[in-house]
Nanobody, 125 residues
Framework: QVQVVESGGGLVQAGGSLRLSCAASGRTFSSYPMGWFRRAPGKEREFVAAISWTGGGNTYYADSVKGRFTISRDNALNTVFLQMNSLKPEDTAIYYC?????????????????WGRGTQVTVSS
């Protein structure tokens, strides 16, 4: 089992950057595909980015963040990062980190098994 805790959220102006971190516990962290999701006010939770557990770390992005956000992982630190650049007001949301039992990262919310409590990101215009 894996427990995850997000950090790094905050208030930033449009065009700015933030780096989210997700610290995970569990001896086999490196075996879990990891994902970032977000929920904006009044909307459903949606996929943002994911990274596989293999050494190459295949990555996947929602179209809305492609080219602006970068997901990465440091298995030695049991941490996943989400670098967010060129932030827009529509990126305002609670951002959640999640781990999945399985071999591949996916973009489906329901396919992730362990969730953090989230960290608030607010982008002002």
């Amino acid at each position: 089992q894996v427990q995850v805790v997000e950090s790094g959220g905050g208030l930033v102006q449009a065009g700015g950057s933030l780096r989210l971190s997700c610290a995970a516990s569990g001896r086999t962290f490196s075996s879990y595909p990891m994902g970032w999701f977000r929920r904006a006010p009044g909307k459903e939770r949606e996929f943002v980015a994911a990274i596989s557990w293999t050494g190459g770390g295949n990555t996947y992005y929602a179209d809305s963040v492609k080219g602006r956000f970068t997901i990465s992982r440091d298995n030695a630190l049991n941490t996943v990062f989400l670098q967010m650049n060129s932030l827009k007001p529509e990126d305002t949301a609670i951002y959640y980190c999640a781990a999945r039992e399985g071999r591949r990262a996916t973009m489906v919310v329901s396919e992730y098994d362990y969730w953090g409590r989230g960290t608030q990101v607010t982008v002002s215009s």
